[in-house]
């Protein structure tokens, strides 16, 4: 029988354990040592051993790994109510405190949470989810903790943080926040301040002459930067002290040891809050990364939470560990879904339009295909897989191209591609009812085959990709004027950070490997404001690498499903014999 009980100190728990086989029982300092070591059997007082269940073990596993025995018990954290409560539910006997009880209610019932007045400030309405949000941020804050409001695209993440930075700078003075953005949507969070929170003193901090702006600090409420400023300023940006250090589209970090992720955990900020649709696009490391920068160890180090979560859950598609990672990290992020919410947002139709190359593009495609796949299977036999990953991609990527159009791989090809004729048939028939459409597209020379193919008809467009400057000017000439339906689009660079409800058409050109990107890239028009029905179409080649890598997720994707995430890492988990099918 295990006994659990949790005793609260100011800002941790302590944990402490008691286990009886029988009549006998085991000391703290050996059951620690046995789960150390992977071991199931225990030693007992009376020199006899015992045997541990499994489920024990991996459970205290984990716990033993985000914390340090001391005094006969585990400390923990107070981000470590999850896992808290994981043993608690796992136990014989359980005995707990006020303050924790408190706070588990707290965290599992919105109804616990405490309910906030809007700041007098704000202009404009929090719908009831955008409420609980802001109620739910200011409990974060007052529990000392960060986290990550998840909710869709288009549901207003933007003015629940606003809302909150208002009520924040109405409390008193004190120091600036700081916005990390990607440089896209740095014009539309002015544009936000503007609206909903107009007494907050913004500063964007760009541009060649923002050293000149440093001098202004002091005398602002809220500093929106992006990631690339954050990156080359961080000596200086590291050096303030910040009220709110906000990711947003914190996924941006998901790499924990790029050089944004190393920036942001630099910041000198007493709270911590990210904003992202999509927090896990490919893997776990990137949730790690993300609460690395919120809420330091939660997860542990990044090699224990590789060991304790991501490759039982990854690997080997373990529930309860997956259970477990949901437990702990539940409490600190807060994810709604449109369907859920807002009920009053029109339908989104999505259909998949398949394509026949014609007979050119075909004879390009078997020629590249056949190519790469004697190649690529030596590579495999000689070097292995893992370092054959390069050239996978490299094939993949050419394939995608010859599928998208030739003329991307080979600049003297003069036949056709059936899914561009496919493409601007249906092209045609959008803008002559009157729509206006959004096409996406991963390869910028594809949009550029499309962009020339509008200027010989006359075809009035708006362009964005990831050189293209003055993009506010450009969305609002899309978004006003009823003259221009097009606007062509980088994936990349215009998938996440625009508000473009004039379209009620989007065309996916080519598929990404991740769902979640074409997903982000949709809710650029179905989101808060679209007032008609959106119809969003992905194109696909018929028997192509495309075909086959849509099947290939669709297998994949249940890896990690249940951990708020929304892709399951394409290449990491690629076998040879799926590298077969996709160049077979």
């Given at each position: 029988?295990?006994?659990?009980?949790?005793?609260?100190?100011?800002?941790?728990?302590?944990?402490?354990?008691?286990?009886?086989?029988?009549?006998?029982?085991?000391?703290?300092?050996?059951?620690?040592?046995?789960?150390?070591?992977?071991?199931?059997?225990?030693?007992?007082?009376?020199?006899?051993?015992?045997?541990?269940?499994?489920?024990?073990?991996?459970?205290?596993?984990?716990?033993?790994?985000?914390?340090?025995?001391?005094?006969?018990?585990?400390?923990?954290?107070?981000?470590?109510?999850?896992?808290?409560?994981?043993?608690?539910?796992?136990?014989?006997?359980?005995?707990?405190?006020?303050?924790?009880?408190?706070?588990?209610?707290?965290?599992?019932?919105?109804?616990?949470?405490?309910?906030?007045?809007?700041?007098?400030?704000?202009?404009?309405?929090?719908?009831?989810?955008?409420?609980?949000?802001?109620?739910?941020?200011?409990?974060?804050?007052?529990?000392?903790?960060?986290?990550?409001?998840?909710?869709?695209?288009?549901?207003?993440?933007?003015?629940?943080?606003?809302?909150?930075?208002?009520?924040?700078?109405?409390?008193?003075?004190?120091?600036?926040?700081?916005?990390?953005?990607?440089?896209?949507?740095?014009?539309?969070?002015?544009?936000?301040?503007?609206?909903?929170?107009?007494k907050l003193r913004y500063l964007i901090y760009a541009g060649n002459d923002r050293r000149l702006l440093r001098g202004s600090?002091?005398?602002?409420?809220?500093?929106?930067?992006?990631?690339?400023?954050?990156?080359?300023?961080?000596?200086?940006?590291?050096?303030?002290?910040?009220?709110?250090?906000?990711?947003?589209?914190?996924?941006?970090?998901?790499?924990?040891?790029?050089?944004?992720?190393?920036?942001?955990?630099?910041?000198?900020?007493?709270?911590?809050?990210?904003?992202?649709?999509?927090?896990?696009?490919?893997?776990?490391?990137?949730?790690?990364?993300?609460?690395?920068?919120?809420?330091?160890?939660?997860?542990?180090?990044?090699?224990?939470?590789?060991?304790?979560?991501?490759?039982?859950?990854?690997?080997?598609?373990?529930?309860?560990?997956?259970?477990?990672?949901?437990?702990?990290?539940?409490?600190?992020?807060?994810?709604?879904?449109?369907?859920?919410?807002?009920?009053?947002?029109?339908?989104?139709?999505?259909?998949?339009?398949?394509?026949?190359?014609?007979?050119?593009?075909?004879?390009?495609?078997?020629?590249?295909?056949?190519?790469?796949?004697?190649?690529?299977?030596?590579?495999?036999?000689?070097?292995?897989?893992?370092?054959?990953?390069?050239?996978?991609?490299?094939?993949?990527?050419?394939?995608?191209?010859?599928?998208?159009?030739?003329?991307?791989?080979?600049?003297?090809?003069?036949?056709?591609?059936?899914?561009?004729?496919?493409?601007?048939?249906?092209?045609?028939?959008?803008?002559?009812?009157?729509?206006?459409?959004?096409?996406?597209?991963?390869?910028?020379?594809?949009?550029?085959?499309?962009?020339?193919?509008?200027?010989?008809?006359?075809?009035?467009?708006?362009?964005?990709?990831?050189?293209?400057?003055?993009?506010?000017?450009?969305?609002?000439?899309?978004?006003?004027?009823?003259?221009?339906?097009?606007?062509?689009?980088?994936?990349?660079?215009?998938?996440?950070?625009?508000?473009?409800?004039?379209?009620?058409?989007?065309?996916?050109?080519?598929?990404?490997?991740?769902?979640?990107?074409?997903?982000?890239?949709?809710?650029?028009?179905?989101?808060?404001?679209?007032?008609?029905?959106?119809?969003?179409?992905?194109?696909?080649?018929?028997?192509?690498?495309?075909?086959?890598?849509?099947?290939?997720?669709?297998?994949?994707?249940?890896?990690?499903?249940?951990?708020?995430?929304?892709?399951?890492?394409?290449?990491?988990?690629?076998?040879?014999?799926?590298?077969?099918?996709?160049?077979?």
């Open positions: 029988r295990i006994g659990v009980r949790v005793s609260s100190g100011i800002d941790w728990f302590d944990l402490s354990v008691d286990i009886k086989f029988g009549g006998s029982g085991a000391s703290f300092q050996s059951f620690v040592n046995a789960i150390r070591q992977n071991e199931q059997f225990v030693k007992l007082d009376d020199g006899t051993f015992g045997v541990m269940p499994d489920a024990w073990v991996r459970k205290f596993r984990r716990a033993i790994s985000l914390s340090e025995p001391e005094d006969g018990a585990l400390k923990l954290s107070r981000t470590h109510i999850g896992l808290l409560n994981d043993l608690a539910e796992g136990a014989d006997e359980f005995e707990s405190d006020e303050r924790f009880d408190e706070l588990k209610s707290r965290l599992e019932s919105f109804t616990s949470i405490k309910k906030k007045k809007l700041p007098l400030a704000f202009l404009g309405e929090l719908r009831p989810y955008q409420k609980s949000g802001y109620d739910w941020l200011h409990f974060l804050r007052e529990f000392g903790v960060g986290g990550i409001l998840a909710d869709d695209m288009g549901l207003g993440k933007t003015v629940q943080a606003l809302a909150l930075l208002q009520s924040i700078h109405e409390d008193g003075k004190q120091p600036p926040s700081l916005i990390v953005v990607p440089t896209s949507p740095l014009f539309n969070w002015q544009k936000e301040i503007e609206r909903f929170t107009p600090f002091d005398n602002t409420d809220v500093i929106v930067t992006s990631y690339g400023i954050l990156r080359r300023d961080i000596d200086f940006l590291k050096s303030r002290e910040f009220t709110y250090a906000i990711l947003d589209e914190s996924q941006n970090i998901k790499n924990p040891v790029s050089v944004n992720a190393q920036a942001v955990r630099a910041l000198n900020a007493r709270h911590r809050l990210a904003l992202s649709g999509t927090p896990v696009e490919n893997s776990l490391n990137e949730l790690w990364s993300q609460f690395a920068f919120l809420n330091p160890g939660m997860l542990g180090s990044e090699r224990t939470f590789a060991e304790n979560f991501a490759k039982p859950i990854q690997r080997l598609a373990d529930e309860q560990t997956s259970q477990a990672l949901r437990q702990l990290i539940f409490p600190f992020i807060l994810r709604r879904t449109k369907e859920l919410v807002a009920t009053e947002l029109p339908p989104k139709v999505e259909s998949t339009v398949y394509c026949d190359m014609d007979a050119d593009q075909k004879r390009a495609y078997d020629l590249w295909r056949q190519y790469y796949r004697e190649s690529i299977l030596k590579s495999i036999e000689t070097e292995g897989l893992q370092r054959s990953k390069i050239k996978v991609l490299e094939g993949l990527m050419r394939l995608r191209q010859v599928c998208c159009h030739p003329k991307l791989v080979d600049a003297e090809y003069r036949g056709s591609a059936g899914k561009f004729e496919a493409f601007i048939e249906m092209l045609g028939d959008v803008l002559a009812e009157g729509h206006k459409v959004l096409v996406f597209s991963q390869f910028v020379k594809m949009l550029h085959v499309i962009r020339d193919h509008c200027d010989e008809r006359k075809i009035s467009y708006e362009y964005l990709d990831g050189a293209t400057t003055q993009r506010r000017q450009r969305v609002e000439r899309f978004q006003s004027d009823e003259s221009v339906k097009l606007f062509l689009i980088s994936l990349k660079a215009g998938g996440t950070g625009l508000n473009l409800t004039a379209a009620d058409y989007v065309i996916h050109y080519d598929p990404w490997w991740n769902p979640a990107v074409e997903m982000q890239a949709t809710d650029r028009t179905h989101r808060i404001g679209q007032k008609k029905q959106v119809f969003s179409y992905k194109l696909i080649t018929r028997e192509s690498v495309e075909e086959k890598v849509l099947a290939l997720q669709e297998r994949k994707q249940a890896l990690v499903k249940n951990i708020i995430t929304t892709d399951s890492g394409f290449m990491k988990s690629l076998t040879k014999e799926d590298v077969e099918a996709l160049f077979g």
